[in-house]
């Protein structure tokens, strides 16, 4: 059903008076003397001349031109068909912008989130003046590219700018920026354009509806969901891939590349069931860049799931400092393989001190034995001789896995002072692994380059030394100082950001995208590079002039990406909302068909006008043509 | 006067100004026209002996025909030659030459000075006195206009030695102003001056209210052969309707808006056509003939080519 946004501009209609009275006006008629006039009012009598057709005929450019004004009436009204859908006077789209998005439906057809820029288009094509859109692309964080606004140039600029950031979507985040900006400028409903690949569960109360427009099921895709190396051996890594496939089983090869040589190729199958798994052993002296390609034998619907990289560091025993009163950790650690002791000051990845404050350089983590730093000792005190239990400890904890602290005797008794809570520990970043009976007996804390746990009371003190737990947790110890020192595990990066990088302190870079775009970036005090984006596949680095100082890989690897899942229930806190059966309606603006319409009609009254003209010249010419040649006959 | 006939006057005038015998026709029209005849159906001719050929024998000395003797015949016109030869008596029959009046009636009327009509009927006029005295009949000539009952004639007139009046007379034909007299009229008025048999030549358009079919009855029951010549313009054969127009009647002012249509020419030339047949057949119909005759059209075309090939002149 229409409707007119600017009904009074009818009142143009009475535009249509001038034109009738100056037509007529303007019809001043030629004067020919004749003979008589018996023949032509015979002819003016006929019925054919009077045919209504004929009537209509004589008074055609009249008629044209009153129905060229009433084309132009119409558009000035602004006219509009009414959709199904309450009308709404301000609406904010959420584009997904997630690497799914980029999937394509066929061999070099459209990809979903072209499909959603052109509906999205059109939405801005058939936008009334009092109507209002704000765009906002999410992936995995949300980004408003413009507040509301009717302008249709600053829309489809800032629709334009959507691209695909090759990240995991994620609701959550363009949910509460449409929150906010719900409490500025009030919206009763959001258009959500998506895959629907993202969490089906959002921890969100909704404030608003949600029109959630799901777009249409891609084709098959095949793509690398994990890649991360373990250590073998000395002197090699095992690299983990698994494969996916989405909605069609397929066959492709997996290419190795380490350091740009190939060094392992193999075929394989993968099905709907199940991921597929491949191992690569690769010999890793060296810190290596390794790339793997997965090459699809036929259509890949997703490309930047096709290609992962891993850094491999070069691998080397880890390198362990203890101070010398600590025998029997030294006689423990010894033992172990891939472990080398050092001493004095040396550098170490693992540090075991008796010490309250010391430190070795390139250390990852330090073990404090029976040392409070100057911190602690504000919350806590050591009661010698007082005697401690053990309450309870954190058996998640990577460090305490696999080992009971039942038995153990303490002799000392760590002691909160007077008002003092574990709350007062979290706040400067103590974490609490072992509680003992009166305070706590292990706490670790987190700096950013390095971890510390600080045993409180002294373990030759206890009976720790002769439980087997004493070896246990110095293995995992070993263990999570290998993690820190890239020596056990190394996990690829995925797209996003970059972890925190250590560099030369308060200083410039250059880093440098895969597409070539490059960015100035400049280190903390502390020399840490924070926040280095990644939004999409491939080889990154941090150049000094023209020097690379780190070069790195970032990796898609989501499993649900790759897989190309779609949630077509969006499960909120209090309601759930499911994907609409049909096409956004929106309120279209057909004005611009009348103008073009008005348009057609003064170019068919011009042509009528200089057609009649000219057939009535030639008419003219014709008749006069045989008097010529009569006269140039004789 | 339409520039072919100017173009053709200035010829003349340039060769054998002081010779010519009128301004209507060149001289060597007129010796053309001397030896031409108006080619009537000789059933209307004045008992008076002329040197019209009658439709029924006679007694001049052209031979027509034999026939059968039968009692009472007069012996003399027995052919005792074929009697000698034949032993049978034949009678030698004559043709008879009557008289035959020529009544030419020229319309003068305002409509006839649109186009060079008039002239063109004046010249057509002339061409068909000289016809008709060189024939040795008697020829009279009428013209109207307005006012209905002052009508202008001269005649009827006979012998070469009438020429120069009866030239004088039809180059001197004027329209009237505002004359607007129907045929119908100018014809009851002619006949009331005229008398004898013979044939009417009507020069005239013919776009007339009146009853042409009264007046062609008039004309044959006065027993005149109709020689019905419409003269037409170029504007009345084919109008150019460029544009919307005003149509203004050249003899009493009424006024007709036209509006420029596709089919209104074509429509125009179907009842002009209507017209011309509906004249035609009224003259048919009346032993007699009709031609259109374009105003602009070459005179010498007319006279010795259209004139001849639709049997007016032999």
């Known amino acids: 059903m229409p409707g007119f946004f600017a009904p009074l501009m009818s009142l143009l209609a009475l535009m249509a008076l001038p034109i009738v009275v100056f037509y007529f006006l303007k019809l001043r008629r030629q004067r020919l003397e004749v003979s008589s006039l018996v023949l032509w009012q015979q002819v003016l009598s006929d019925s054919r001349v009077n045919a209504p057709f004929q009537k209509f005929k004589r008074n055609l450019l009249l008629l044209l031109q009153l129905l060229m004004l009433a084309m132009l009436v119409l558009a000035a009204m602004q006219p509009y068909w009414k959709s199904d859908a309450e009308r709404a006077q301000r609406v904010p789209i959420l584009i997904d912008c997630s690497a799914s998005m980029a999937a394509m439906d066929r061999p070099g057809g459209q990809s979903r989130l072209d499909a959603a820029k052109a509906q999205v288009n059109e939405i801005i094509d058939g936008l009334l003046s009092d109507q209002q859109i704000s765009l906002i692309a999410f992936s995995d964080t949300a980004q408003r590219l413009c507040a509301f606004t009717n302008n249709k140039r600053e829309l489809k600029a800032a629709l334009e700018q959507v691209k695909i950031r090759e990240v995991p979507g994620d609701l959550e985040d363009a949910m509460r920026m449409a929150d906010a900006m719900a409490r500025a400028e009030p919206f009763e409903q959001v258009v959500l354009f998506s895959d629907g690949n993202f969490p089906a569960k959002t921890d969100f109360a909704l404030p608003f509806n949600i029109d959630y427009q799901q777009l249409k099921s891609p084709g098959v895709n095949m793509g690398i969901a994990t890649l991360n ?114 001493s004095g000051n040396s550098p170490a990845d693992l540090y075991l001190t008796n010490e309250p404050d010391s430190v070795v350089d390139n250390v990852k983590v330090i073990w404090r034995n029976g040392a409070l730093p100057q911190e602690l000792t504000q919350l806590m005190e050591i009661k010698q001789d007082a005697g401690s239990d053990v309450v309870s400890w954190n058996r998640a904890d990577p460090l305490l896995g696999h080992i009971t602290l039942n038995d153990i005797i303490v002799l000392d008794q760590p002691t909160l002072k007077e008002n003092v809570r574990e709350l007062d520990f979290e706040s400067l970043g103590y974490r609490i692994l072992i509680h003992g009976s009166k305070g706590p007996l292990l706490l670790t804390k987190q700096y950013d380059s390095h971890v510390e746990y600080i045993l409180t009371v002294d373990a030759a003190r206890t009976t720790l030394p002769y439980r087997v737990a004493f070896p246990v947790i110095l293995s995992n110890l070993v263990r999570q100082a290998m993690h820190h020192a890239g020596l056990q595990e190394v996990q690829a990066h995925h797209t996003g950001v970059f972890p925190p990088m250590e560099v030369i302190g308060e200083k410039s870079y250059t880093w440098q995208y895969p597409s070539g775009q490059t960015q100035r970036v400049t280190s903390n005090v502390r020399g840490k590079l924070i926040g280095l984006a990644c939004p999409s596949t491939g080889e990154y680095s941090l150049k000094d002039g023209g020097d690379v100082v780190l070069s790195m890989g970032a990796s898609l690897l989501n499993s649900d990406e790759s897989t190309l899942q779609s949630v077509e229930q969006l499960q909120f806190r209090e309601l759930s909302i499911t994907a609409a059966a049909k096409p956004i309606a929106m309120d279209r603006s057909f004005w611009p068909t009348l103008l073009w319409i008005a348009l057609a009609i003064l170019i068919f009254e011009w042509w009528y006008f200089h057609r009649q003209r000219q057939r009535t010249m030639q008419n003219t010419a014709q008749k006069r043509s045989p008097s010529t040649q009569s006269l140039s006959a004789r | 006067m339409d520039s072919r006939l100017r173009g053709n006057d200035e010829k003349t005038n340039n060769t054998m100004e002081q010779a010519q015998v009128t301004k209507l026709l060149g001289n060597d029209m007129l010796h053309r026209l001397e030896r031409l005849r108006i080619n009537a159906s000789g059933r209307f001719t004045n008992r008076m002996r002329g040197e019209h050929l009658a439709a029924k024998g006679g007694s001049s000395m052209e031979f027509a025909d034999y026939r059968d003797y039968v009692e009472g015949d007069d012996t003399r016109f027995i052919d005792w030659n074929i009697f000698s030869r034949l032993r049978k008596p034949y009678i030698k029959l004559f043709h ?17 000075m649109v186009d060079g009509k008039l002239q063109r009927a004046q010249q057509l006029a002339a061409a068909m006195c000289v016809c008709g005295l060189f024939a040795a009949e008697p020829v009279s000539v009428y013209t109207f206009n307005q006012p209905a009952n002052n009508l202008s004639m001269v005649g009827p007139a006979t012998g070469r030695g009438s020429l120069h009046k009866l030239l004088k007379f039809v180059e001197n034909i004027e329209s009237g102003e505002g004359g607007s007299q129907p045929p119908d009229d100018a014809v009851d008025t002619m006949l009331k001056r005229h008398r004898g048999k013979g044939i009417v030549v009507m020069l005239s358009d013919f776009l007339t209210y009146g009853d042409l079919k009264r007046t062609f009855n008039t004309l044959n029951n006065a027993g005149l052969e109709i020689f019905a010549c419409q003269i037409l313009g170029e504007r009345e054969l084919d109008p150019d309707l460029t544009s919307d127009l005003r149509l203004v009647d050249c003899e009493n002012a009424d006024i007709l808006d036209v509006t420029a249509q596709d089919n209104l020419l074509d429509l125009y030339h179907e009842y002009l056509s209507n017209f011309q047949n509906t004249i035609a057949a009224l003259a048919r119909q009346r032993g007699g003939k009709f031609l259109c005759v374009n105003s602009d059209e070459d005179l010498s075309t007319v006279l010795f080519d259209q004139m001849r090939r639709e049997a007016w002149l032999v």
């Open chain 1, 229 to 342: 190396a373990q250590r073998a051996d000395s002197r090699q890594w095992d690299v983990f891939v698994k494969l996916v496939a989405a909605n069609a089983p397929g066959n492709a090869t997996v290419q190795v590349y380490q350091n740009d040589q190939l060094v392992g190729t193999e075929d394989v199958h993968v099905d709907l069931d199940g991921p597929k798994k491949l191992v690569f052993r690769l010999t890793a002296d060296e810190a290596s860049h390794v790339t793997i390609k997965l090459l699809p034998d036929s259509f890949d619907a997703l490309l930047s799931d096709n290609v992962a990289y891993v850094d491999l560091t070069g691998l080397r025993p880890l390198a362990v400092n203890i101070d010398k009163p600590m025998v029997p950790e030294q006689l423990a650690i010894k033992a172990m393989d891939n472990v080398m002791l050092v």
């Open chain 2, 96 to 112: 008879h030459e009557e008289q035959m009046q020529i009544v030419i009636l020229v319309d003068a009327s305002s409509s006839m």
